[in-house]
């Protein structure tokens, strides 16, 4: 488990920021849910 920090600079606000960020969460555990259904050897394999 790792942090995340989020930085603006702009007019959006908070409620705008955290949406960006949950958003961002469900791609990345879509992404790691779909390469576990993949059954293959690793790509840097020799």
């Known amino acids: 488990?790792?942090?995340f920090f989020l930085f603006y600079n702009g007019e959006i606000d908070w409620l705008d920021c955290l949406t960006v960020y949950r958003?961002?969460?469900v791609v990345e555990k879509g992404f790691k849910a779909m390469?576990?259904?993949i059954p293959s050897l690793p790509l840097n394999t020799n």
């Open 23 to 25: 958003e961002r969460d």
């Open 1 to 3: 488990m790792g942090k």
């Open 35 to 37: 390469k576990k259904d």
